[in-house]
C-alpha cells in the first residue's frame, strides 16, 4: 500500500513552460485534492475531485486546470508557468465526508 | 467564511518543556477540528481530532479540546521532545460541506533544543 505518491519530487520551470504534476493513490479513495503550500499562508485548496469524471475549483484555482479520469489518478497541470506559482504542490486524498486527508509527500516547484 | 487562527511561530523549547499551541476558528454550524504536523521534507500527518464539542483528541502525548464556547482548539503537550520539532497545523472540515474539505491555519514551527 503506496499511499498517496507524487512526482516529480523537486522541478524548475522557465516562465512560460507547462508541465504537469502527478498525483496517484491506491487506496480507492473518492475524493482528492490539490493544496499549495507558501510561507505563513498554510496550505491553500487549488482544485479538489469527489470522483471520477468530477472537479471543482478550490480557493486558488487560476493557473491550473485538472482532470479525474480514473479513481486513482489526479494530475494538476500548469498552462504556462509564473513565478508567482513558486510553491510546494501537496496531493492528498480520503473517503468522501471521512475528513481525514492523506498527502503525499510534495513537489517542490520553482519558477524563474 | 470559515477560517483557521492559529499563533505565529517560531516557537523554541527546550526539551522537557510545556507546549501550548493556540488555535482559533470561526464557522458556522459544528465544523470538525484537527491538528496536523508536517516533519521536515515530508508531507502533512493528521496528529489528532476532535467532532464534537467537548471531545478531547489525543495522540503521542499530545492532547487538544474542542471548546465552542470559546470557539479554540489548543494544542497542549506536557513535556516535548526533540523529535517533536516540525510545523504543526490547526484546520476544521465546515459543517455544511458535503466533500472532504478543510480549511488549514497558517502553521507553527516548533523547534526543540536538547
Known amino acids: 500500500n503506496a499511499g498517496?505518491?507524487?512526482?516529480?519530487?523537486?522541478?524548475?520551470?522557465?516562465?512560460?513552460?507547462?508541465?504537469?504534476?502527478?498525483?496517484?493513490?491506491?487506496?480507492?479513495?473518492?475524493?482528492?485534492?490539490?493544496?499549495?503550500?507558501?510561507?505563513?499562508?498554510?496550505?491553500?485548496?487549488?482544485?479538489?475531485?469527489?470522483?471520477?469524471?468530477?472537479?471543482?475549483?478550490?480557493?486558488?484555482?487560476?493557473?491550473?486546470?485538472?482532470?479525474?479520469?480514473?479513481?486513482?489518478?489526479?494530475?494538476?497541470?500548469?498552462?504556462?508557468?509564473?513565478?508567482?506559482?513558486?510553491?510546494?504542490?501537496?496531493?492528498?486524498?480520503?473517503?468522501?465526508?471521512?475528513?481525514?486527508?492523506?498527502?503525499?509527500?510534495?513537489?517542490?516547484?520553482?519558477?524563474? | 467564511g470559515d477560517s483557521v487562527t492559529q499563533m505565529e511561530g517560531p516557537v523554541t523549547l527546550s526539551e522537557e518543556a510545556c507546549l501550548t499551541i493556540n488555535c482559533t476558528y470561526t464557522a458556522t454550524g459544528y465544523p470538525s477540528l484537527f491538528w496536523y504536523v508536517q516533519y521536515p521534507g515530508e508531507g502533512l500527518q493528521l496528529l489528532l481530532k476532535a467532532t464534537k464539542a467537548d471531545d478531547k483528541g489525543s495522540n503521542k502525548g499530545f492532547e487538544a479540546t474542542y471548546r465552542k464556547e470559546t470557539t479554540s482548539f489548543h494544542l497542549e503537550k506536557g513535556s516535548v521532545q526533540v523529535s517533536d520539532s516540525a510545523v504543526y497545523f490547526c484546520a476544521l472540515s465546515p459543517s455544511y460541506s458535503s466533500a472532504s474539505k478543510i480549511i488549514f491555519g497558517s502553521g507553527t514551527r516548533l523547534s526543540i533544543r536538547p
Open chain 1, 4 to 112: 498517496v505518491t507524487q512526482t516529480p519530487k523537486f522541478q524548475v520551470l522557465k516562465t512560460g513552460q507547462s508541465m504537469t504534476l502527478q498525483c496517484a493513490q491506491d487506496m480507492n479513495h473518492e475524493y482528492m485534492s490539490w493544496y499549495r503550500q507558501d510561507p505563513g499562508m498554510g496550505l491553500r485548496l487549488i482544485h479538489y475531485s469527489v470522483g471520477a469524471g468530477i472537479t471543482d475549483q478550490g480557493e486558488v484555482p487560476n493557473g491550473y486546470n485538472v482532470s479525474r479520469s480514473t479513481t486513482e489518478d489526479f494530475p494538476l497541470r500548469l498552462l504556462s508557468a509564473a513565478p508567482s506559482q513558486t510553491s510546494v504542490y501537496f496531493c492528498a486524498s480520503s473517503y468522501q465526508g471521512a475528513n481525514e486527508q492523506y498527502f503525499g509527500p510534495g513537489t517542490r516547484l520553482t519558477v524563474t
